[in-house]
């Protein structure tokens, strides 16, 4: 177990937050380590006298993965945990669980009886229960009518939804406190809706952890945009086709500009039927295996595959998907549309294209998963080998995002540019670590907002995150060259 791990500066200060506030949301990025603070809450919660605990996730896979560790942070701490699934939900998700898993889900009820009978059991055996359960399965512990001393809910914004927002609601009212995590609060028109500025159910933002302040304290990576130009008409091109050259182009444009890494990158597909094809009626898994490329595709309706093999489960896809990830030495193309955007830790990925249109949320998510540090770069650190933030040192710098450009593409592109730059300044980024990037058909420019100029002159005011990008610079500098016009000001 891992009870030697302490808190960063701000982890302690979202345990503080809690610990002078009965309610409220925390918002923290992917990375920062928020089921650690968790877990370390959970047990100042428990050496306070709490008896009750209730843990929410959104899926069954997350929830189990959420109670390892704070199971590991609270260390020798006696409990009693009980899992709250319905059959449903078990039946949707049991080929993504291991079999250790699986087993603890077979033990898992939704009978408000069974609920009852666990808290008078604990009681007897006077130690406190951890009631863990998903957002489709909150209601059920709702109408057992246990006192709840203290409630945690992971992802919260997926709290929002028609389905969920009412035993959320109620879990609010009869939990004595109640603290919500999010990487992307979800918000509403109305304060009195169903969305997470409701500060009558959620409370109001408490604690919020800046992308500026994880970086510092190394436990993540900025990122970096990068724009991949394909020079063709994506019209003249089936999609299929576009999607298996722009994951070879990928790969050798990383290996050309960035090759001090294995590259291992998440693809954003728009599809599962793209996704299926690719692998069905290209030579995508042919070329990966010739240039040493490890591929995991995974799909709801086809399944899971690794370098063209059927994988028996989703368990074992993320085991083997763990251990590649987890080899500095190998290589790895990640194909999904939406299956790992939330939750799910991917070790050693450098790099996400985007090839879809996304939502806010899961657009921030998926940026997320390539913003985590490396092992060795953690190791570095502790070792005191590498100052914390100091990225220029770090094995891996930055995470890579990058965004195909076609020849007819314009007119989507800054409607698409805007949206990863927008995600990036919500998830808190300073805008000088996103604005410069490299033009990958070779040659260096820097990208700017359309109201820089203003910017620069007023020194004072932060980038606003609803800035548009430029992608022309001819139309506004008359053909100077961007570098000297900055130096000129």
């Not at 992308?211 to 020079?231: D, F, M, Q, R, T």
């Not at 290996?255 to 954003?268: D, E, G, Q």
């Not at 100091?390 to 930055?398: A, H, I, Q, R």
């Not at 040659?443 to 359309?450: Q, R």
């Amino acid at each position: 177990m891992q009870t030697s791990i302490v808190p960063y500066l701000y982890q302690e200060r979202i345990l503080q937050a809690k610990r002078e506030n009965s309610k409220g949301i925390l918002v923290a990025g992917t990375g920062a380590g928020k089921s650690y603070t968790m877990g370390w809450s959970i047990k100042e919660r428990i050496a306070a006298g709490d008896s009750i605990i209730v843990v929410v996730a959104p899926r069954i896979l997350l929830a189990q993965q959420l109670f390892k560790s704070i199971d590991e942070r609270i260390g020798k701490t006696k409990i009693q945990h009980r899992f709250v699934y319905s059959g449903e939900a078990i039946e949707r998700e049991e080929k993504e669980l291991t079999s250790e898993q699986i087993l603890d889900v077979h033990f898992s009820t939704t009978s408000i009886h069974k609920i009852q009978e666990e808290k008078e059991r604990a009681d007897r055996n006077n130690v406190p229960l951890i009631l863990i359960t998903t957002y489709h399965s909150l209601d059920r512990i709702v109408e057992s009518g246990i006192p709840i001393d203290t409630a945690y809910l992971d992802e919260v914004h997926n709290a929002v939804s028609l389905e969920f927002s009412k035993p959320v609601r109620q879990l609010s009212e009869i939990a004595a406190r109640m603290y919500s995590y999010t990487a992307t609060p979800k918000k509403t028109d109305s304060a009195k809706g169903r969305g997470n500025n409701n500060e009558e159910v959620y409370g109001k933002i408490i604690c919020e952890v800046t992308a500026k302040e994880l970086i510092e304290a190394g436990a993540i990576v900025p990122p970096k945009i990068n724009y991949l130009y394909s020079n063709i008409n994506a019209s003249d091109v089936d999609n299929v086709s576009l999607t298996r050259d722009i994951v070879k182009q990928t790969f050798e444009h990383y290996s050309k500009y960035h090759s001090h890494l294995n590259h291992k990158i998440l693809f954003a597909c728009d599809g599962t039927e793209t996704i299926h094809q690719l692998q069905t009626q290209t030579d995508l898994v042919k070329w990966a295996q010739q240039n040493s490329i490890d591929t995991f595709i995974t799909t709801s309706n086809h399944g899971d595959w690794v370098n063209g093999v059927r994988v028996k489960s989703r368990s074992q896809f993320l085991e083997m998907l763990q251990e590649c990830g987890s080899d500095p030495n190998r290589k790895m193309a990640v194909l999904h549309y939406s299956i790992l955007s939330e939750g799910i830790d991917v070790p050693g990925l450098t790099g996400c294209v985007l090839l879809r249109n996304m939502n806010p949320i899961t657009l921030t998510q998926t940026i997320g998963r390539v913003l985590r540090m490396l092992p060795a770069d953690r190791r570095a650190i502790s070792e005191g080998l590498v100052k914390a933030g100091d990225t220029d040192s770090y094995v891996k710098g930055y995470g890579l995002v990058t965004v195909p450009i076609h020849k007819d593409s314009e007119n989507d592109l800054e409607q698409g540019v805007s949206a990863i730059y927008n995600a990036l300044c919500g998830m808190g980024f300073p805008p000088e670590v996103i604005l410069h990037e490299e033009d990958t058909r070779g040659k260096k420019e820097i990208t700017l907002p359309d109201n820089f100029l203003q910017t620069i002159k007023q020194k004072t005011k932060e980038i606003a995150a609803d800035w548009e990008w430029v992608y022309k610079k001819n139309e506004f500098f008359g053909g100077d060259d961007v570098e000297d016009w900055i130096a000129a000001l």
